[in-house]
């Protein structure tokens, strides 16, 4: 859909239902880890290009079951592609819908805080002459205060 003005409304009770779905997916996933940094970097890494090859390893031991060592547990591999397949296939439309939100967010963020700075110049404009907006000016403005101002440059020893 091409970005033209958002003119959009999302109710306390859809806010609420999409909440509640995203629960409910957590629910579903109760396996889902969180890896630090450093343990992401250690391990192999199974991106789009790779399910193929991984599909062809299973059905390769699939098809020569004297390939591996009877240490190597077949079911568990299988599960694991399995898994790994569908975790993928959920992970690239989720990713499109966090793309999207964000994409929104920023659009319609940008829209708010425009259309913010159209009243803060008003703001601005009518305290000059009216005492009464100096208080809701001052309140504003302190979004910018010290923007602008320069850091002197530390010396050296």
Do not use: H, W
């Amino acid at each position: 859909m091409p970005y033209g003005n958002i003119s959009a409304t999302l109710s306390d009770a859809d806010l609420q239902a999409t909440r509640a779905s995203l629960d409910a997916i957590r629910a579903k996933l109760p396996f889902l880890v969180s890896l630090t940094p450093k343990e992401r970097q250690k391990l192999v890494k199974m991106g789009e290009k790779s399910v193929a090859f991984v599909q062809q390893c299973l059905q390769t031991v699939k098809d020569n079951p004297d390939l591996m060592p009877p240490t190597f547990n077949l079911q568990e591999f299988e599960r694991d592609v399995d898994l790994a397949s569908k975790l993928l296939s959920t992970l690239l439309i989720m990713q499109d819908l966090c793309a999207k939100l964000d994409d929104t967010l920023l659009a319609v963020g940008s829209e708010a805080m425009q259309q913010s700075l159209d009243v803060y110049a008003q703001v601005k404009l009518t305290a000059k002459r009216d005492a009464r907006m100096k208080a809701s000016f001052e309140q504003l403005a302190t979004r910018y205060k010290g923007l602008g101002q320069r850091r002197k440059p530390t010396e050296k020893p």
